[in-house]
């Protein structure tokens, strides 16, 4: 409860808590988790795994070579989508590199996130993750994101995602708004999935 009043005062002054967050990572000398418990935790939750509201990710074993690429991205400001501006590229900005490569190693080994129940769209889903789809030339995702979604390298892990999250993700690549280093390669696939296809497939990642 205190977490969600903290958070809530937060997102409702986003400038004020934004600096401060942004002041407190710019001290040096903290460790991982104590940067983590200072700029992180009211959103994402110190392990990263559960947060309150569902358009902010879990980071818990993200890949670090992917959450090193995306604070990059928020801090040159080539991944610009509205929540990103908002609520990332202040934090951002006040991270040095060894800071970034440490809270980046620190979510990577958090263990990870409980998979959200299916709904009716699952099966539609799977299939997509599984198989693409042939028609509109749009491959599977498990061939770049894993068999289990749990990805690699620059590839996300997508499983136990929030679905909300997921589903915008995929509408700011289609629109171009997140366009950092490699954005184009899911720009060229959300340009090719239905609006249904997509929320099928962002449920069914919440599941894994
Ligand atoms: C005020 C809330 C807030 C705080 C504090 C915050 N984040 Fe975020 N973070 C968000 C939101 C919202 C997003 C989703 C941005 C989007 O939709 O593009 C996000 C996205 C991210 C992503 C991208 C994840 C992905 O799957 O692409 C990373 C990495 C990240 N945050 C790391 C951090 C780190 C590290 C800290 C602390 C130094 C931090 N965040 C502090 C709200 C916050
Ligand atoms: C050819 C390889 C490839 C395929 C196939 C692929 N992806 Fe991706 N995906 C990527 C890369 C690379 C990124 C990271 C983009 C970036 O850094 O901005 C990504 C990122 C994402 C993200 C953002 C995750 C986050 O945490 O913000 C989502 C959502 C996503 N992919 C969904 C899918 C879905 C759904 C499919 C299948 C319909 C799919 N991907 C197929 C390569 C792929």
């Known amino acids: 409860m205190k977490q969600t009043i903290t958070l809530l005062s937060c997102l409702f002054t986003v400038g004020l808590c934004s600096q ?16 983590v418990r200072s700029s992180c935790y009211m959103c994402h939750s110190t392990h990263g795994n559960n947060p309150d509201l569902a358009f902010i990710p879990r980071l818990a074993a993200q890949n670090s ?13 080539s991944r610009a989508d509205p929540p990103a501006t908002i609520y990332m590229w202040p934090i951002a900005q006040g991270l040095s590199g060894d800071q970034i490569k440490q809270t ?20 539609e889903g799977r299939e997509i993750f599984l198989k693409g789809v042939l028609k509109a030339d749009v491959p599977a995702c498990a061939s770049c994101h894993g068999p289990k979604a ?24 289609r629109s171009g708004v997140r366009n950092d280093k490699n954005a184009d390669i899911m720009k060229q696939i959300a340009l090719h999935l239905t609006d249904s296809q997509m929320s099928a497939v962002a449920n069914y990642l919440s599941t894994l």
């Open 150 to 173: 749990d990805g690699n390298g620059i590839f996300p892990r997508l499983a136990s995602q929030n679905a909300q999250y997921l589903l915008a993700q995929l509408r700011y690549f």
């Open 104 to 123: 980046a190693a620190w979510f990577a080994a958090q263990s990870p996130p409980k998979p959200f129940q299916p709904d009716s769209s699952a099966s």
């Open 20 to 35: 401060s967050v942004n002041a407190q990572a710019q001290q040096t000398s903290k460790t991982p988790p104590e940067i």
């Open 65 to 77: 070579t992917y959450i090193e690429e995306q604070l990059m991205a928020f801090r040159d400001g």
